[in-house]
C-alpha cells in the first residue's frame, strides 16, 4: 500500500495500478479496501483509461456508501461522465453528490454544472437554466476563479451556460415566414452571441477538456 502511494506521488500511473490491483486481488477483505479503490481510480484517470476509472469509483460509493472517500468519488465519477458524454450518468450522479449533507461550495458549483449539462442534452432546458443561475449566482458570491484561469467547477457552468443559451437560440424557427422574420433574426443572432460569450469564458479553464 505505501509503495502503491509513492508511486501515485510520483505519477507513475501504471506501477500505481499494477500494485494497487493485485492488493486488492490478495486482500478483498481488507479494512484499507475503500482508499484501494479511490486509488485506482485516480491512478487509471493518470492512465487516461476513463471507464475504468469510473468503475472503480462506483464499486466504491456501491459497497462503502459511509467512507470518507465516497464524497470525492462521486465528484471525481462526476468528471468522468461529463468527458464520456454520458448524460444520464451524469444527471444520475449529480443527484447523489446534492443529495449529500457534507458538501462543499465547490462540489455544489461542480454538481450544479453536472446536472445543468444532462439536463440540457437530455432536453430539459427550463431545469438546466436554472441549475446553471444556481451554479453562476455561486461563483459570482465567492468571486470563484475570478482572478485568472477558471477552475473545473466554474469552467462546467460557463461551458453549460453557453449551451442553453445555444439551444434557446436555435429554438427561435425563421421557418415559415412571417411579418416578425427579421425579428427573429435579430433574436436568434443574439442568442448565439451570447453562448459565444460564455464559451469563450470557458475556454479560460484550467482544464482543456471544457477548453
Not at 13 to 30: H, I, K, R
Not at 84 to 103: F, H, M, N, S, T
Not at 166 to 189: G, Y
Amino acid at each position: 500500500f505505501a509503495r502503491g502511494e509513492r508511486l501515485m506521488l510520483g505519477q507513475d500511473w501504471q506501477g500505481a495500478v499494477d500494485t494497487f490491483e493485485t492488493l486488492l486481488a490478495a486482500e478483498p477483505n481488507a479494512a484499507n479496501v475503500p482508499t484501494i479503490l479511490f486509488n485506482l481510480g485516480v491512478s487509471y484517470e493518470g492512465l487516461q483509461e476513463r471507464e475504468k476509472a469510473r468503475d472503480r469509483f462506483r464499486t466504491l460509493v456501491a459497497k462503502y456508501p459511509s467512507d470518507p472517500n465516497v464524497r470525492n468519488a462521486l465528484v471525481r465519477e462526476a468528471g468522468l461522465d461529463a468527458y464520456l458524454e454520458d448524460w444520464a450518468a451524469l444527471g444520475d450522479v449529480a443527484k447523489q453528490i446534492l443529495d449529500r449533507k457534507d458538501l462543499n461550495d465547490v462540489d455544489r458549483m461542480t454538481a450544479l454544472g453536472a446536472r445543468a449539462l444532462s439536463r440540457i442534452e437530455l432536453g430539459d432546458l427550463p431545469g438546466a437554466s436554472k441549475d446553471v443561475q444556481d451554479g453562476l449566482d455561486l461563483v459570482d458570491t465567492l468571486h470563484y476563479g475570478a482572478t485568472g484561469r477558471l477552475p473545473v467547477a466554474a469552467a462546467q457552468l460557463k461551458f453549460a451556460h453557453g449551451e442553453v443559451r445555444r439551444v434557446r437560440s436555435e429554438q427561435i424557427s425563421l421557418l415559415p415566414v412571417t411579418p416578425d422574420f427579421l425579428l427573429k433574426i435579430e433574436m436568434r443572432c443574439q442568442g448565439l452571441l451570447d453562448a459565444q460569450n460564455a464559451f469563450a469564458d470557458a475556454i479560460r479553464s484550467i482544464d482543456p477538456h471544457w477548453a
